[in-house]
């Protein structure tokens, strides 16, 4: 079974500053997935960020980029020059990606304030 | 446009009424799966299919039956609705491991 831990209910930051959210994990798997999902109020859920446990290098997209620590089992996620639309929860999931079971294992979240 | 779609987006059932949420895929995913969003609890695992006539349950399938007839289509069936069902429920699919596309989630209010 996997767990996965996110120990910042909610966050604060200002716009334009630089925040950092945490993820702690535990699986047993030696292949699996790693993602950060945005929930804006709409509540649909967006794919900031994902990275495969295999890959040594850090993934980055845009102003959102990834710590990914494997023997800690840390994935924190970092958003630079924060927006108002970077407002939302976000979810920290993993999931197997070998074959024959399916299921994304999810944090609880994190509440992200941006003030202006 | 392609995507997961979930019918209905909104619905209040009384305790112990019967439905069905529908999913639908059109991208040809094989794997599909429900999710429950509860407020502070995250996203948990209801029921996923690796493909047409195959499902599995997942963390919290008590209450809930699937079925996966066809490649597109993921129905989640509340035999006999209880309060404890009331959440927000969300079904995916995916090709490959890295990409899961969601539906727009479906709030169910159950008195």
């Known amino acids: 079974a996997q767990t996965v831990t996110q120990s910042q209910p909610e966050m604060s930051v200002q716009e334009a500053e630089t925040v950092t959210l945490s993820c702690t994990y535990d699986?047993?798997?030696?292949?699996?997935?790693l993602f950060w999902y945005k929930q804006p109020p709409s509540r649909q859920m967006i794919l900031v960020i994902r990275?495969?446990?295999?890959?040594?290098q850090n993934a980055t997209e845009n102003r959102f980029s990834v710590n990914f620590q494997k023997a800690a089992k840390s994935f924190s996620l970092k958003i630079s020059d924060s927006q108002l639309g970077d407002a939302a929860m976000y979810f920290c999931?993993?999931?197997?990606?070998?074959?024959?079971?399916?299921?994304?294992?999810f944090g609880k979240g994190t509440h992200l304030i941006i003030q202006p | 446009n392609a995507g997961v779609t979930q019918t209905p987006k909104f619905q209040v059932l009384k305790t112990g009424q019967s439905m069905t949420l529908q999913c639908a895929q059109d991208?040809?995913?094989?794997?599909m799966s429900w999710y429950r969003q509860d407020p502070g609890m995250g996203l948990r695992l209801i029921h996923y299919?690796?493909?047409?006539?195959?499902?599995d349950q997942g963390e919290v399938p008590n209450g809930y039956n699937v079925s996966r007839s066809t490649t597109e289509d993921f129905p989640l069936r509340l035999l006999s609705a209880a309060p404890s069902q009331t959440s927000v429920y969300f079904c995916a699919s995916r090709r490959e491991p890295g990409g899961y596309t969601f539906g727009s989630g479906t709030r169910l209010t159950v008195v």
């Open positions: 999931a993993t999931v197997y990606s070998g074959g024959g079971a399916d299921g994304l294992t």
């Open positions: 299919s690796v493909g047409a006539g195959i499902t």
């Open positions: 699986t047993s798997e030696s292949d699996y997935y």
């Open positions: 990275q495969e446990a295999y890959k040594q």
């Open positions: 991208m040809n995913h094989e794997y």
